[in-house]
């Protein structure tokens, strides 16, 4: 049987990932390795003074401490993924945030690196450090060069006959995927091969080359699965470079795996975002005028900046713009992309400001979005590769009843409780980036299709798969595909929702490759007489898959939730008693992978919406809920009925197999549909997240 892509087919790897046959990176094997355990530091700005390592030096299995005073120096890579790029680890004694990488501890035991790293004894210079983001923010610069501008917003909004004009923020946020971040390195004279968590192995294989002053070709870097990652494994972190330093110090393999604490510190983290949002409007609620702008946290060692006004430029249509997302450095951990960076936090404003406006205007939210839909792009005016976004609208509000919703806040009770409906809308972009592919066909009938992405838990190897068996017209049996290993075609990091419009595009034209190099051979019933009758044992293919060098269509996913709270009127825990949400996607490859993508987003942005949040000390420069009995993340307990509809879609022109990426939009949209479920069960605006008990008080 062959299935048509789209089966919910189940996982390929579940078997394997349920009864412990998948092997993640910090369990893969080696002969003699020894254990790296990383020091940090405890100031979040100055220089280090000293290191004592005397009494580590002594405990029992330690092989070598390094840090900068005796560290071989590596080289500031210029390209690959390295996400400080202005750190590169044990080149000085500057300190830069809590939580900086200054030393490693390798022993022969997890054991006996641990107590080394305890004994390590560091004295500082301290310096003035920049904590606190309000303080600052009239040092905001926009590294990212963001600033945008259509029309005249000032003058419109100052004569628009509605106006909304609020500040939204949204905290410090930590991806904490269940897998720690890990990696094993290990050096055969001038070749390094690494076991690595990753969702960029190329972007690895390169920066680790220049770093190391080696060819690229020497770099071999695998990682077959990986434990969750939300964007945290997309980039080079210190601890990857500083196990290969310690692996060619102690000449053997070194395993380094960070501990909880540690992630907070060095691995990246979606930053606080502090973002002004005033929208005007005609009395029929047509916009007029949109200003977004703010500021986030960024630091002087890497180069991210939260894009939040990304989304903005799609979001709605309206004739003057000014966007502009600015970053204030401070003497915090490195920030980077989390699940949907920009769209999310970016959506909160967004959605939270139109939903303000509506109950300014006295007009239903929904209603206000369909008079403001964009039928092309608002910021350049190209027509959308597709867009069903009416679609999402109206088939999630029929399944949720939201024309029972009463108006006005605090009007809909339920016994004790008090009941919220609320709504948003979901957008992401739909990337495309290069990648490569080869297939190969034996005689028996079977293909071997291979590519160097990745699995997160996301479907890659099984969609992959139901893609080729549908191309080439064979059973998805008869298909195997390849990945996580940079020995394999090239592929792009496996981010910004683009892997199966990236990866997938590849594959679907490497097996038509291979499909018209078998049908040049000649005529046969199937492709194993094609071969038998040529004495072949296999025939092979490869593309290098590029998209278009300049996109005559604007490409977008789309989506909308409504949700519904419930409000205990005396104590105010917020209960999101259910969702609907709908998406138009562009062609799903497998409905049931499908799901599970935006289920988990949905879960993560009830999460953002009422429970995430990383406190910051402002005296210190350090994060104070550094595990998981303190940063609160959804359990089972916290998820009731989630209702997901998948409004069908055909473009014929975001890429060649109709694609447009699901791993992100889930998230989006999700936290300002809560919040205003929030406010129209209890009056009350919540624009700084997460929604607590004490702020509805």
């Not at 005397?54 to 996400?83: D, T």
């Not at 920030?335 to 239903?364: C, H, Q, V, W």
Request: proline fraction near 5%.
């Amino acid at each position: 049987m062959i299935p048509d892509v789209g089966a919910p087919l189940d996982r390929f790897d579940g078997k394997k990932k349920v009864t412990g046959g998948a092997k993640y990176a910090a369990e893969n094997q080696l002969e003699n390795a020894a254990y790296g355990v990383l020091v940090m530091s405890t100031i979040p700005a100055g220089t280090i003074r000293s290191i004592d390592d005397r009494a580590a030096r002594k405990s029992a299995g330690v092989i070598e401490v390094i840090s900068h005073i005796n560290s071989p120096k590596m080289q500031k890579p210029k390209g690959g993924s390295l996400r400080e790029t202005e750190l590169i680890p044990f080149t000085d004694n500057s300190v830069h945030y809590v939580g900086q990488r200054i030393a490693i501890v390798v022993a022969d035991t997890l054991e006996h690196a641990t107590r080394g790293a305890e004994l390590v004894k560091v004295t500082y210079d301290e310096t003035p450090a920049r904590i606190d983001i309000d303080k600052l923010k009239s040092e905001a610069n926009d590294r990212a060069k963001s600033a945008f501008t259509k029309g005249d917003a000032d003058t419109a909004l100052a004569n628009a006959a509605v106006r909304v004009d609020q500040v939204y923020r949204t905290p410090h946020e930590h991806h904490n995927p269940m897998e720690a971040h890990s990696c094993i390195a290990a050096w055969n004279g001038e070749h390094l091969t690494l076991y690595d968590s990753s969702q960029n192995i190329f972007g690895g294989q390169q920066a680790l080359a220049q770093m190391f002053g080696i060819p690229k070709e020497n770099v071999h870097v695998m990682s077959l699965f990986v434990g969750g990652a939300f964007g945290s494994k997309g980039g080079l972190w210190p601890h990857v470079p500083i196990a290969a330093v310690a692996a060619r110090v102690v000449q053997r393999p070194v395993k380094v795996v960070v501990t909880r604490k540690q992630l907070f510190f060095g691995n990246g983290h979606r930053p606080e975002c502090v973002q002004h949002v005033a929208l005007g409007a005609n009395n029929d609620g047509k916009l007029v005028a949109l200003i977004h702008d703010g500021y986030s946290q960024s630091n002087d060692v890497c180069d991210y900046a939260e894009r939040f006004t990304r989304p903005t430029h799609a979001a709605y249509a309206v004739d003057n713009m000014k966007l502009v997302n600015p970053v204030v450095s401070l003497n915090l951990p490195s920030p980077t992309f989390m699940r949907a960076p920009g769209e999310n936090p970016g959506m909160f404003a967004i959605e939270s400001a139109m939903d303000e406006l509506a109950y300014a205007l006295k007009m239903d939210p929904l209603q206000l979005r369909l008079v403001n839909h964009a039928d092309v792009a608002p910021d350049n005016g190209k027509p959308w590769s597709s867009k069903s976004l009416k679609e999402c609208y109206s088939q999630a509000a029929e399944k949720f009843g939201w024309s029972k919703r009463s108006p006005e806040p605090r009007s809909m009770r339920s016994g004790r409780d008090l009941i919220g409906f609320g709504m948003a809308t979901a957008t992401y972009p739909s990337h495309r980036s290069p990648a490569s592919a080869r297939a190969v066909m034996k005689a028996d009938g079977t293909v071997t299709v291979a590519c160097g992405t990745h699995e997160m838990g996301m479907g890659t190897a099984t969609v992959m798969a139901q893609l080729a068996a549908e191309t080439l017209g064979i059973p998805v049996e008869r298909v195997r595909f390849e990945y996580g290993d940079t020995s394999l075609p090239n592929a792009p990091i496996s981010a910004g929702s683009m892997t199966v419009s990236s990866v997938g595009t590849a594959v679907f034209e490497v097996c038509n490759a291979l499909k018209k190099r078998i049908a040049e051979l000649g005529e046969g019933d199937d492709y194993h007489t094609i071969l038998a009758k040529h004495y072949l044992d296999s025939v092979e293919a490869s593309v290098d898959s590029k998209p278009p060098q300049e996109e005559q269509y604007a490409g977008q996913a789309f989506g909308a939730h409504f949700v519904e709270v419930a409000i205990d009127e005396d104590i105010p825990v917020v209960r999101v008693q259910r969702m609907v949400s709908a998406f138009a996607g562009g062609r799903i490859l497998n409905e049931k992978t499908a799901r599970s993508q935006y289920y988990g987003g949905i879960i993560q942005g009830i999460g953002m919406a009422l429970l995430e949040e990383t406190h910051l000390d402002k005296r210190l420069g350090t994060y104070t809920n550094v595990n998981f009995a303190e940063y609160m993340v959804p359990t089972n307990a916290d998820i009731r009925s989630i209702d997901i509809i998948l409004v069908p879609e055909e473009d014929q022109h975001v890429n060649p197999i109709g694609a447009k990426g699901i791993g992100e939009i889930g998230i989006v949209g999700v936290a300002p549909a809560i919040a205003n479920a929030v406010y129209h069960a209890t009056g009350k605006r919540v624009r700084d997240l997460p929604i607590t008990i004490e702020k509805l008080m």
